[in-house]
């Protein structure tokens, strides 16, 4: 079974909206990391955010946040305002286990479009 | 401050050939790793190293060797390209303990014809 899942291989939204962008998981460690990174077309990985499985609060960073439902085990990004910028392959992933062995597995990716 | 430098951008190899990607960090972290990025599949982890003389295999390691003689070096070796391994690839490296802060470098395109 996949761990990291991305059900949308392509995402289109106008300039200014928001746009959500799904992610599951599928882990049985209770402690686990879910991160989000955003490959422009130049090809370097960006971190955007990342979320951590005892948190209690929903992480936000900037433009950026993250929908995390622990019993359903999706961890969403919420891109607000969406700018001509943001067009890119975003990527979720998850580490597993608080261990410096641990090891980050990657989602296939959503390709997002921001049309003006 | 370099961060995660990666070389050679682009290569090309012909089937069978050896070649070695390079991948260098100047902010002594312990843990490196080498991915690959192949369209649809996502990035998958190749070898992994906690620290010097430290390295295990990930969840594509076959036809790959590393070996991680110090902090800052991490090369991947590929023995005898072919097609298959035709993909970008990617070195990223953190702290031992702090997840959030994992560099990548730029990426290598590599081309097995």
Known sequence: AQKITQTQPGMFVQEKEAVT?????????????LFW???????????????????????????YSLNFQKARKSANLVISASQ????????????????????????????????? | N????????????????????????????EYMSWYR?????????????????????????NGYNVSRSTTEDFPLRLLSAAPSQTSVYFCASRPQTDWEKLFFGSGTQLSVL
């Open chain 1, 21 to 33: 962008l799904d992610c599951t998981y599928d882990t049985s460690d209770p402690s686990y990391g």
């Open chain 1, 37 to 63: 990174y955003k490959q422009p077309s130049s090809g370097e990985m960006i971190f955007l955010i990342y979320q951590g499985s005892y948190d209690q609060q929903n992480a936000t960073e900037g433009r």
């Open chain 1, 84 to 116: 001509l910028g943001d067009s890119a392959m975003y990527f979720c992933a998850m580490r597993e286990g608080v261990s410096g062995y641990s090891t980050l597995t990657f989602g296939k990716g959503t390709m997002l479009l921001v049309s003006p």
């Open chain 2, 2 to 29: 370099a961060g995660v430098t990666q070389t050679p951008k682009f290569q090309v190899l012909k089937t069978g050939q050896s070649m070695t990607l390079q991948c260098a960090q100047d902010m002594n972290h």
């Open chain 2, 37 to 61: 990025q192949d369209p649809g599949m996502g990035l998958r982890l190749i070898h992994y190293s906690v620290g010097a003389g430290i390295t295990d295999q990930g969840e594509v390691p």
